[in-house]
């Protein structure tokens, strides 16, 4: 069984910073794609970053040069740096990865920017 776990969404005011970390557990390896996605209220789920087994990443083209994700491999763990947050930043955000060419979800972590 895969778990995935995460944590550092908080309340945060307009131009802060947070980190999300997402760590899995359980029974997985060759994790290829991690990433985060997130989901305001009313609206879709949407990609916010990915990063590849190799490093390579991918971005939101509206999050570029405020948001980096970066991984760690031998802790099965992927971070969000999110830098001069808005309040359109505010949503539940989940991680996902996929090994073995299943997909797994965590169950989401909520960040809110607000004065």
């Known amino acids: 069984q895969v778990q995935l776990v995460e944590s550092g969404g908080d309340l945060v005011q307009p131009g802060g910073s947070l980190r999300l970390s997402c760590a899995a557990s359980?029974?997985?390896?060759?994790?290829?794609?991690m990433g985060w996605y997130r989901q305001a209220p009313g609206k879709q789920r949407e990609m916010v970053a990915v990063?590849?087994?190799?490093?390579?990443?991918n971005y939101a083209d509206s999050l570029k040069g405020r948001f980096a994700i970066s991984r760690d491999n031998a802790k099965n763990t992927v971070y969000l740096q999110m830098n001069s947050l808005k309040s359109e930043d505010t949503a539940v955000y989940y991680c996902?990865?996929?090994?073995?060419?299943?997909?797994?979800w965590g169950q989401g972590t909520q960040v809110t920017v607000s004065s």
């Open positions: 359980g029974s997985i390896s060759n994790i290829a794609t």
């Open positions: 996902k990865i996929i090994a073995a060419m299943r997909n797994y």
């Open positions: 990063i590849g087994s190799r490093g390579l990443t």
